[in-house]
């Protein structure tokens, strides 16, 4: 039996991992300027360069929170520290593109088998129902925070060393961690008589990968409609079977049964439109406040920064909140906020930055309330005995959400940019119109006065795209906002 101070230790445990596992997936934001610019990296390499770690952990969650069940969390838990840890050192000295994208590929499969686990030990450590509402709202908080100040650590840290260091953080982390894991995690042996269906984690991977490219074909200049076709009828192939061979299975990776509950399926698309708009519209704040508004990357993180102060608040006050009201109520007016904080700031994008940080710190307490409420539905409304996998349905909904979003806002964005950017009579390269970055790298070796033409018009038009991206963003939260409140209304009557 454990004290109740071995009890928060372990939460510490899990939570540290988790900050790291979450600012990875934001941390890039502000290190892609300089990145791109060093790595000569294309927009289709930049996306991927973001996109990897999301998608591939996304493919891989449903595989590894199952497994954990069978295996035990804890011994998940401890292997995906040493492949992060590891993953971490490629990444940070990584000489091309290629690499580093292989490197993102190995810091999702460690990732992915942390995340679900961190969920996992929660639920079999903390017995007691109001303990484990607080301990799944820290572990939101954290969850929501640390997307959001990823990009402030990378501006602290491009302000004195190489964008590698953004990586090299991770390791101490991981090494305290792993030390106190293998003394402190109780090592519940789980299920051993689940199978691991390794074949269903590939079909739900490839189907994922092949959606994401076919919207990020889509949105290039120049996109083939044939290859758009092609990825997408292969991705829902994939994903069509690999919903009926889990529906066969006798230990599915995911059991769509538990989709039954209303409070189940709410929570997950919850999750799914917060880090939707979180890191599709985070990646689009943290370009324009550099490339267009010429900002550092620090400067940039300390404006972003509101969104983890008020998510953290805002996941705080939720977690108190759950046990006595209703969560799906939580869920719909959360997302509404966030939807008016976007607002607020589409019509305040010329204001002073103080208003700004207002609009921002709305949208922050929105994403944080949702997300904690989603987190207490989805682990709260499924058997304990499937707690890993409703953890990595969970962490697919998040993760699905991150690439979703990346994929979809910026492919938005780049289709706006593109057909926005009028560049007269200047003789450049069609790759201008494929991204601010490559625009901003041409100006660099164009006469003065033709570099200053370029540098306004690719800046104008990706104001243009910023502006589109945020009206997106918020017209989702609203119509998902009014989804869920009138969703819950009908249950409540039928």
């Known amino acids: 039996m454990l004290t109740k101070l071995q009890r928060w230790i372990i939460l510490a445990i899990v939570s540290s991992s988790l900050f790291l596992i979450t600012i990875d997936m934001t941390v890039l934001y502000t290190a892609l300027p300089r990145l791109t610019h060093d790595l000569a990296a294309t927009a289709s390499e930049k996306l991927w360069i973001v996109n990897a770690y999301p998608l591939v952990m996304a493919g891989l969650l449903p595989a590894f929170g199952t497994l954990g069940d069978r295996l035990g969390y804890k011994r998940l838990f401890v292997a995906g520290l040493v492949i992060f840890g590891a993953a971490s050192a490629v990444a940070a ?6 690499v580093l994208i292989a490197a993102r590929v190995l810091l999702a499969a460690g990732a992915a088998m942390m ?82 269906d390794w074949i269903g984690s590939g079909q739900i991977m490839l189907g994922l990968i092949a959606l994401v490219y076919a919207v990020k074909e889509m949105g290039r200049r120049n996109g083939s409609f044939e290859v758009v076709l092609a990825a997408a009828v292969i991705g829902l192939a994939a994903i069509i079977i690999f919903v009926r061979r889990q529906n066969r299975q006798a230990y599915p990776l995911i059991d769509f049964s538990l989709f039954r509950d209303l409070r189940f399926s709410l929570g997950a698309l919850t999750a799914l439109v917060s880090t939707f708009v979180l890191t599709g519209s985070e990646l689009t704040f943290t370009q324009q406040f550099q ?96 707690a890993g996998m409703a953890a990595s349905i969970e962490e697919v909904s998040y993760e699905l959400g991150s690439v979703i979003g990346v994929a979809i806002l910026g492919s938005l964005s780049a289709a706006v940019y593109s057909s926005s950017l009028a560049v007269g009579n200047l003789a450049v390269p069609a790759v201008v119109h494929d991204s601010l970055d490559e625009a901003l790298l041409i100006a660099e070796s164009l006469p003065a006065a033709a570099a200053s033409s370029l540098t306004k018009a690719a800046q104008a038009a990706f104001n243009q795209a910023f502006l589109t991206v945020i009206a997106a963003a918020a017209g989702i939260l609203f119509l998902s906002g009014i989804f869920i409140s009138v969703a819950a209304r009908r249950a409540k009557t039928s």
């Open 93 to 98: 000295y990584a000489p091309t593109t290629h």
């Open 291 to 386: 490339l267009v508004r010429g900002f550092s990357p620090l400067e940039a993180g300390l404006l972003t920064m509101s969104l983890p102060v008020a998510s953290l608040f805002s996941s705080l006050f939720a977690a108190w909140l759950l046990p006595r009201t209703n969560t799906l109520t939580i869920q719909s007016v959360s997302l509404l906020i966030t939807g008016g904080g976007l607002v607020g700031f589409l019509l305040a994008h010329n204001a002073a930055e103080s208003v700004q940080v207002g609009c921002l710190l709305i949208v922050g307490g929105g994403i944080g309330g949702a997300m904690t409420a989603a987190s207490h539905a989805i682990i709260n409304n499924a058997p304990l005995s499937q």
């Open 115 to 196: 995340m679900p686990a961190t969920l996992s030990i929660i639920r079999v450590t903390f017995a007691n129902e109001r303990e484990r509402s607080l301990a799944i709202g820290i572990w939101s908080a954290i969850a929501s925070g640390g997307a959001g100040v990823g990009p402030l650590i990378s501006g602290l840290l491009l302000e004195y060393y190489e964008w590698g260091s953004v990586f090299l953080i991770n390791i101490p982390v991981v090494l305290i961690a792993l030390g106190l894991a293998l003394s402190l995690i109780p090592d519940w042996r789980g299920q051993t008589d689940k199978r691991w």
